[in-house]
């Protein structure tokens, strides 16, 4: 589990691709030093193993289903990404809750400075778009994110400079994709809605009831 705080960017070394496979090894500083094999790390937001290490390397397997879900396969060394270790249990939870486990791309419609602020506006499908919520919570290239505004086809986030300068966000232009993962919330409470009787149990919690109470 992680928090969507990037700890540091990192350098794409190698990308060897498989048939519906590939194989990444990346550079870093701050998460070494305490890294070991077996660890998870979220590279661009996905949750990915630490199979070797070496030095300031480690290399990590990314699945067929990985692929299509992300981004990664569109890398090319040199590339800059972020980087974070799984949460520690004594850590401070900065961010919000990120599985690592992407729903999607999205891609960047327009990239803007508002005074202070950088706004982006990002564009992707309704499966995504559907558990969007405005001040809500998104997690793109595993930076947790607060959603400003959202439409039937797009979505705005505004970042602070220090948000942009230690993070990918600073070469993103438009035309990039990136990952997107929602909110576990919303997800599980659909799922919960979908899933339960007809007949409401005697706590009230229906469909209704959250739809008034605003989810």
Same mark, same amino acid.
């Given at each position: 589990?992680?928090?969507?705080?990037?700890?540091?960017?990192?350098?794409?070394?190698?990308?060897?691709?498989?048939?519906?496979?590939?194989?990444?090894?990346?550079?870093?500083?701050?998460?070494?030093?305490?890294?070991?094999?077996?660890?998870?790390?979220?590279?661009?937001?996905?949750?990915?193993?630490?199979?070797?290490?070496?030095?300031?390397?480690?290399?990590?397997?990314?699945?067929?289903?990985?692929?299509?879900?992300?981004?990664?396969?569109?890398?090319?060394?040199?590339?800059?990404?972020?980087?974070?270790?799984?949460?520690?249990?004594?850590?401070?939870?900065?961010?919000?809750?990120?599985?690592?486990?992407?729903?999607?791309?999205? %891609?960047?419609?327009?990239?803007?400075?508002?005074?202070?602020?950088?706004?982006?506006?990002?564009?992707?499908?309704?499966?995504?778009?559907?558990?969007?919520?405005? %001040?809500?919570?998104?997690?793109?290239?595993?930076?947790?994110?607060?959603?400003?505004?959202?439409?039937?086809?797009?979505?705005?986030?505004?970042?602070?400079?220090?948000?942009?300068?230690?993070?990918?966000?600073?070469?993103?232009?438009?035309?990039?994709?990136?990952?997107?993962?929602?909110?576990?919330?919303?997800?599980?409470?659909?799922?919960?809605?979908?899933?339960?009787?007809?007949?409401?149990?005697?706590?009230?919690?229906?469909?209704?009831?959250?739809?008034?109470?605003?989810?």
């Amino acid at each position: 589990m992680f928090t969507g705080i990037i700890e540091e960017t990192g350098v794409l070394k190698e990308l060897k691709k498989g048939a519906h496979s590939a194989s990444l090894t990346i550079q870093g500083k701050v998460i070494f030093d305490d890294l070991a094999i077996g660890d998870s790390v979220a590279v661009n937001g996905v949750c990915l193993t630490a199979a070797s290490i070496s030095s300031h390397t480690f290399r990590a397997d990314v699945m067929h289903e990985t692929l299509n879900r992300s981004c990664l396969g569109k890398l090319h060394p040199g590339d800059s990404v972020n980087l974070e270790r799984a949460m520690a249990a004594d850590g401070r939870f900065g961010g919000h809750i990120v599985s690592g486990h992407i729903d999607g791309t999205g %891609k960047i419609m327009s990239v803007r400075r508002d005074d202070n602020a950088i706004w982006y506006t990002v564009a992707s499908d309704s499966r995504i778009l559907r558990y969007i919520v405005e %001040k809500g919570s998104i997690a793109v290239d595993g930076i947790s994110l607060t959603v400003a505004t959202v439409n039937n086809t797009e979505f705005c986030i505004s970042a602070i400079p220090h948000t942009v300068k230690s993070t990918t966000l600073s070469y993103k232009k438009a035309g990039d994709l990136v990952n997107l993962e929602n909110d576990l919330v919303g997800k599980y409470l659909e799922k919960f809605l979908l899933s339960a009787p007809d007949n409401p149990q005697p706590s009230g919690i229906t469909r209704e009831f959250l739809t008034k109470s605003g989810y």
